[in-house]
């Protein structure tokens, strides 16, 4: 009975000591189980405070303490470890669970926040290449813009420039058809003693040949000839140009004057090119003698006879009388040109040249004045001949604009060597003045070859 006694003693006393054990791990268990909890929010804060936090995000950490609380349940029941240890281990699984998750979803949030981030950056930089498009496409067409407007602008300038000029010749013109009608009015050409003189040269055939080089830059070679008429009194005395001239012209004998000296020039040509030298000459003609009908017809006569030297002949007219032609003179200027004689216009004072309307009318030399064309050269904003070139023509490319349209550039009266040195810098191909030779007489024995026969004085002496 006292075994008995003793055995349920022990029983008793076993059971409680399993009830007390029991009882002691449950409440160590919730215990730590709450710490754990608490702990755990305090420190990762999981109640919206991360990237995924909700109601799914709540339920996976309680599976997360659950299953922490079964792998301490486990250490405790199946190791020899104490209960501290098992909580311990329980805690620190539910951690590391709870970090793992932690983790991964904070690495989705950040290869999401990645993505973003570079789609913005893409959607940034192609705005920015837009917008550097945008601004070139402004930039070049502003430019455009700026260009077209600049060359309507000189155009528009340079027309204006034109038309004051044609206006100025035209007004210089009427002036002196004026100024000679009423010179014609107050004196009489048979009491003009000057006048007797003129027509005496001419019915003699006392009329000389006077040539000067021009030159070819920068060799300086001999390449044409400009013929000056010159007219003998009886005692071998020579009359100036500027007195024949102005006499000739009074009396109507500038046809004359230009017969006598075509036939000079064409003489001269022949010779020298049975010598083997191909140098061309220029003849000075007056209107008058292209639109006279009684002495034209014989002008174009001879020159018709002689268009095998229509090459080396050039016909010459000042810039003014070629500007204000009458529609006879362009008739008879055509004339010529279809036998093959090419033009030359002289004294041209400004480089604003109607290139193609000087190409159609047979012009193949221009004539300027060496202290205005430096002028207007040197001149960024100086005046520029009139062509296809859809842009400002720099200095040096004037003589290049002129060859495009078969016209030759010449400068003339140069009369120093700092002058041809200019002339150099913008590349002019031809000069003419004093500095390379002035108009000399031909020698005696070429004058008497030359000389017209009595024939042709006879049937010019005619018109006179």
Do not use: W
Not at 179 to 184: E, L
Not at 228 to 255: C, E, K, Q, V, Y
Not at 394 to 423: C, F, M, P
């Amino acid at each position: 009975m006292l075994v008995l006694l003793c055995g349920l003693k022990n029983r008793r006393a076993v059971a409680f000591r399993q009830r007390s054990a029991s009882g002691l791990r449950e409440g160590a268990n919730q215990a730590n189980s709450e710490q754990f909890v608490n702990q755990f929010c305090l420190n990762f804060k999981i109640v919206g405070k991360f990237a995924g936090a909700g109601l799914m995000t709540f339920f996976l950490f309680l599976l997360y303490l659950a299953a922490g609380a079964g792998v301490g349940y486990g250490i405790f029941s199946f190791t020899a470890v104490g209960l501290p240890l098992s909580i311990a281990g329980g805690a620190i699984t539910s951690a590391i669970l709870g970090q793992i998750h932690i983790v991964a979803r904070a690495g989705a949030a950040s290869k999401k926040l990645d993505e973003r981030l570079g789609s913005v950056e893409k959607a940034v930089t192609e705005a920015t290449r837009s917008v550097k498009v945008i601004e070139a496409r402004t930039d070049a067409i502003e430019q455009t813009v700026k260009i077209e407007l600049t060359e309507r602008r000189d155009a528009l300038v340079t027309e204006m420039k034109h038309l004051e000029r044609l206006i100025a010749k035209l007004t210089q013109t009427f002036d002196n058809h004026q100024g000679n009608a009423a010179s014609a009015r107050q004196m009489m050409p048979q009491d003009d003693v000057l006048l007797r003189d003129v027509r005496d040269a001419l019915h003699h055939g006392r009329i000389d040949l006077h040539l000067q080089p021009i030159v070819s830059l920068p060799q300086r070679r001999v390449s044409f000839y400009e013929g000056f008429t010159r007219l003998r009194r009886p005692d071998g005395s020579l009359i100036g140009p500027s007195d024949f001239l102005d006499a000739a012209r009074r009396a109507n004998l500038m046809g004359i004057v230009d017969n006598f000296l075509l036939f000079r020039c064409v003489q001269i040509v022949r010779r020298l090119a049975e010598r083997d030298r191909r140098v061309g000459v220029f003849c000075n003609i007056a209107p008058a003698s292209l639109e006279d009908p009684a002495l034209f017809p014989l002008l174009l006569g001879f020159m018709s006879e002689n268009r095998d030297l229509s090459g080396s002949v050039i016909l010459e007219l000042t810039a003014d009388k070629f500007e204000s032609r009458s529609p006879a003179m362009r008739a008879n200027m055509e004339k010529l040109a279809a036998l093959g004689f090419r033009f030359s216009i002289d004294q041209a004072t400004s480089l604003s040249l109607d290139l193609p309307r000087l190409q159609g009318a047979g012009v193949r030399f221009v004539k300027v004045n060496c202290s205005h064309l430096i002028e207007q050269l040197r001149d960024p904003q100086g005046e520029r001949p009139v062509s296809n070139i859809n842009r400002r023509i720099e200095g040096s490319e004037v003589s290049a604009v002129l060859s495009r349209y078969a016209i030759t550039l010449i400068a003339e009266k140069i009369e120093d060597e700092a002058s041809v040195l200019e002339i150099l810098e913008y590349e002019v191909p031809y000069g003419q003045g004093h500095v390379f030779g002035g108009p000399r007489p031909i020698k005696s024995s070429l004058m008497e070859d030359t000389a017209p026969p009595q024939e042709l004085i006879d049937r010019l002496s005619k018109f006179g």
